[in-house]
């Protein structure tokens, strides 16, 4: 299983991006803006990480409105 999840620069949990069994390959996925709750989030610092079985990345977003 492939999870992706969003948090913000405190390490608040904003939501998950993907939570499924994914084929190799090249994938991509977009984050709207919301928290797990449905609001709208400020502009600001946030952090995606992908988890995978045997690979785990985490990468800096600068959201901007």
Avoid at 10 to 36: C, I, V
Avoid at 47 to 56: E, H, I, Q
Wanted: hydrophobic fraction near 35%.
């Amino acid at each position: 299983d492939w999870s992706s999840d969003v948090c913000s620069s405190d390490l608040h949990e904003m939501g998950s991006l993907l939570d499924a069994y994914m084929e190799p390959g090249y994938h991509t996925t977009r984050w709207n803006g919301r928290d797990a709750t449905g609001v709208q989030v400020p502009s600001g610092i946030y952090f995606a990480r992908l988890v995978t079985p045997n690979y785990t990345k985490c990468i800096k977003m600068l959201l901007l409105k």
